[in-house]
């Protein structure tokens, strides 16, 4: 069995717990010992695989895979050939859910903007309960995500990733989803509204009334920046304090590329921005078209323009 899918159907089947019918507001920091609580809903069968994340239910409910980002081709033109990374996606996805009955748990936000639900599935597999997210993500057909108000078992999400990117199984041995440079901003901004990890030196730590800015470069205007609203540093003070601490380490960021003064990403939850001695390592591309600059240090509101070893996830309780 696969070191990455091995380490995913056991951990996923040491963990659940029994069935809840409220679900715990968890502090979503990663490393914190913590507790994966989840609504346990109806049990359903899958009768279409719609796409590498999104599954067509009997009660003709299409469900979104919140968690874990399946891979889509780069290429949107109209002469665009079948890309390996998706197709390898959709296939493990239907190996594990179509036709079969899944037991579907949510938490947080219930749909996304286009009215699928976000949930997690589960399926009996060899006589044991297995987490669809999970094993998507320790396949490497997936990467570790989440929507604003649905981060809701963000740190066992980002364990079962770990393995598939340490071993650079599935679409971590392509470069289309290599860790970016922070100092390559033409790249980036080339990325925009793609979903991307990104790593560098942090040069400055920033605070406003609205934001917290970690900025990557001398120039805010043009290098990488991530912001973080005051709300969310409210809601984790603890973590709060540790923002200043990062500059002069090198940080690893995830999440959509967006344009304010240069490439940015907006976190909406602590899991975005970690020390890179957080992180395993992975494949990573090279600071080529990197641009640098200098320039002012102080930070001004931007206009908005739209190796350490594994450890098992904690538990989840359904």
């Known amino acids: 069995m696969h070191r990455a899918a091995k380490f995913a159907r056991l951990a996923s089947a040491a ?24 609504h346990g809903g109806p049990t359903r069968s899958v009768v279409r695989v719609i796409d590498s994340e999104t599954v067509l239910l009997d009660d003709h409910t299409e469900v979104r895979l919140i968690g874990a980002l399946a891979p889509r081709s780069p290429d949107l033109t109209p002469q665009a050939q079948a890309w390996p990374p998706e197709d390898a996606a959709i296939a493990a996805l239907k190996a594990l859910v179509l036709g079969r009955s899944v037991s579907i748990a949510t938490g947080g936000r219930g749909e996304d903007r286009y009215g699928r639900t976000l949930a997690h599935l589960f399926v009996e597999q060899n006589g044991e309960r297995v987490w669809v997210q999970g094993e998507m993500l320790a396949g490497g057909h997936a990467r570790a995500y989440g ?9 066992e999400l980002l364990a079962h990733e770990r393995p598939a990117r340490d071993a650079g199984a599935g679409l971590w041995a392509s470069a ?4 970016r440079s922070a100092r390559a901003t033409r790249d980036l901004l080339r990325r925009r509204n793609s979903y991307e990890i990104v790593a560098g030196t ?49 940080v690893e960021v995830r999440g959509w590329i967006q344009y304010r003064n240069g490439p940015y990403i907006d976190i ?6 970690v020390p890179a001695e957080n992180v395993l390592p992975g494949p990573s591309m090279p600071p080529s078209d990197a641009m640098t600059s200098s320039g002012r240090t102080e930070q001004e509101a931007p206009e908005k323009e739209e190796r350490p ?10």
Request: neutral net charge; glycine residues 6%; aromatic residues 8%.
């Open 268 to 273: 909406e939850d602590p899991s975005q921005i």
């Open 309 to 318: 070893a594994p450890e098992a996830p904690g538990a989840l309780d359904l």
């Open 147 to 155: 929507l604003p108000g649905s981060y809701t078992c963000i740190r």
């Open 202 to 250: 942090v040069a400055k730590v920033t605070t406003t009334k609205a934001r917290t800015y970690v900025n990557f470069g001398a120039n805010w205007r043009s290098d990488f920046t991530a912001g973080i609203e005051t709300r969310l540093l409210k809601a984790h003070p603890d973590w709060a304090q540790t923002l200043a601490a990062l500059e002069g380490k090198r």
């Open 15 to 38: 963990a659940f717990l029994a069935l809840t019918s409220a679900p715990t507001s968890l502090a979503q920091q990663p490393g914190a010992d913590e507790t994966c609580t989840l």
């Open 176 to 179: 289309a989803y290599g860790v």
